[in-house]
């Protein structure tokens, strides 16, 4: 009966239930949203605590030792995920980086690294106890795998992974690391992308040097005749990525900055392939008709001097390479020394032959440059005038009445240059003069009585004095007595000029100056007088 009573009630109950849910006014839709909200806003602030904490990477650890004691082994590094939060996910990135390590490069007649892993497995039993030995296979399928040959036998047998800063045999320059063929960036980490720019700075965007390039076209006159070497251009030092192509029946040379051939000098054809210079690489390549080039990465430490072997006329050279600005504005622009001396539009010389396309990538403010000491005649180093008073540069700020040379009056014409020229001319001049150089003419002027000539130092063979890149000369006359062209490279032999009141230093081109035009065959006699003065002097 109790049992009757009790099933009644539960029936009665959920009839009652129904009732009320069904009931409009019994629950209201506000009351059940808000509760709802309620509900939600819990979970979200829950959801919002947790999020807090996020997951992150510990510090890395130490490198390891590296895997080759030369070649350019792999050092790794691990780091731990400090897990914080389980919904956020896992940390992201690796959690081993591998470096390059030990790039020097092994002894000459050292065992190749893969020939020697191979040559650990040498008499180790393999299958049903037999030994063997083992020499390198490059027929494997994969390059970071140790494929070895059985020697006096017609199979080979994988034994797995190679070690880390095995050179992978599928491209060049890379390298196998947890079983990978990587390359390393310019930050030595093993598939890195930072790359270097054309200034030679890792992840560079080509910010901090200046870009130049240059057409050069002969026209014969600059040799003996067409056939000959004659000189395309001076690279300066500090120079980066130089490139230089030629599509023609001539061969390019190439000089260092002691005048010294590096590739195609003194009637040889040189073998392609790499050439140390001026503390670089040079690659040269030639294809089997008339294309060749060679490129240097650079920075360069001397000056770099681009050659022609000509045996036909040439269609165009093409160069270019980067400078740093302050570099970049003494060899091809204005620096803050020169500016008071021309005009504002004025621009350096550029011989007609020579086509030029010049793109800048920064804009750079340079500093003045600081004066060099003043050095006085020789016999008395240093010199100390009486009066106490500083010598101004060679490149001075004014020109006044008292800054000009005294004037040389002539009757009537100038009349016909004095030729100065000959073995013992040569000799003499070499020894007595304060400046013996060679220089490129970029420009002439003519002011008042005197002439004055922009010229870039190209080489220096024995001077008393320092020199700067670019020089003024002075000549005290308009009869262009020597004779200077501008556009043109000449062997010069002149003496220091001080007046009385030393306010101008200046590099004077008399009359009875040895003066020649610039020829291989004049350097090649100049060479042998460096040691027949006592006092070489100083070089730039």
């Not at 390479?321 to 970049?328: A, K, N």
Request: charged share 20%.
């Amino acid at each position: 009966m109790q049992n009757s009573n009790n099933r009644k009630l539960s029936l009665c109950q959920t009839l009652i239930l129904i009732t009320v849910l069904l009931s409009p006014g019994c629950l209201s839709s506000k009351h059940f949203q808000s509760s709802r909200k309620a509900e939600v806003g819990g979970e979200g602030t829950q959801m919002q605590s947790q999020l807090h904490f996020i997951n992150e990477w510990a510090s890395w650890g130490g490198w390891s030792v590296c895997s080759r004691s030369c070649g350019g082994g792999a050092s790794v590094r691990t780091r731990t995920c400090i897990t914080r939060n389980l919904v956020g996910g896992p940390c992201p990135g690796d959690t081993r980086q591998y470096k390059i390590c030990n790039t020097k490069e092994c002894d000459v007649g050292s065992v190749d690294f893969r020939e020697l892993q191979c040559k650990a497995f040498n008499d180790r039993p393999l299958v049903a106890g037999n030994r063997y030995h083992w020499m390198t296979f490059h027929g494997g399928s994969d390059p970071c795998e140790l494929s070895c040959l059985a020697i006096g036998h017609n199979f080979y047998f994988n034994f797995g992974r190679v070690l880390d800063g095995t050179p992978c045999q599928s491209e060049q320059g890379t390298v196998c690391v947890n079983g990978k063929c990587l390359k390393p960036g310019c930050d030595l980490i093993f598939g890195s992308q930072q790359r270097e720019d054309a200034c030679m700075l890792c992840g560079g965007h080509n910010s901090t040097c200046l870009h130049h390039r240059n057409v050069y076209h002969s026209n014969g006159q600059n040799n003996a005749g067409l056939f000959g070497y004659s000189e395309v251009t001076m690279i300066p030092s500090g120079a980066t990525h130089i490139k230089v192509t030629d599509n023609s029946n001539n061969y390019l040379a190439l000089q260092n900055g002691r005048s010294q051939f590096v590739i195609n000098g003194n009637w040889k054809i040189s073998v392609p392939g790499e050439y140390s210079v001026a503390g670089t690489k040079l690659l040269y390549r030639r294809s089997a008709d008339t294309w060749e080039s060679f490129e240097v990465s650079g920075p360069t430490q001397e000056d770099l001097h681009i050659m022609v072997l000509s045996t036909d006329k040439n269609s165009g050279i093409e160069y270019e390479y980067w400078l740093p600005p302050d570099s970049y504005a003494l060899h091809h622009g204005r620096s803050q020394l020169r500016q008071p001396q021309h005009t504002d539009n004025y621009l350096p010389f550029e011989p007609s032959t020579i086509s030029t396309t010049t793109t800048t990538t920064t804009t750079t403010t340079l500093q003045p440059a600081v004066k060099p000491p003043f050095w006085g005649p020789a016999g008395s180093w240093p010199f100390q005038h009486p009066y106490q008073q500083q010598p101004v540069s060679r490149l001075e700020r004014e020109e006044n009445r008292r800054n000009r040379l005294p004037e040389i009056h002539r009757k009537g014409h100038c009349g016909k240059c004095r030729r100065v020229r000959g073995k013992g001319e040569r000799h003499r001049q070499y020894c007595q003069k304060d400046f013996v150089f060679r220089a490129k003419v970029l420009e002439k002027l003519y002011q008042g009585q005197e002439t004055r000539f922009d010229v870039q130092i190209i080489h220096t063979y024995r001077n008393r004095y320092r020199m700067e890149h670019r020089e003024f000369l002075w000549a005290p006359n308009k009869c262009d007595c020597p004779y200077l062209e501008v556009g043109h490279q000449y062997i010069l032999m002149l003496r220091r000029h001080i007046n009385y009141e030393r306010t101008l230093n200046r590099i004077l081109l008399e009359e009875d100056s040895y003066v020649q035009p610039y020829r291989a065959r004049e350097d090649s006699l100049l060479r042998p007088l460096e040691e027949l003065c006592g006092n070489r002097g100083t070089r730039t």
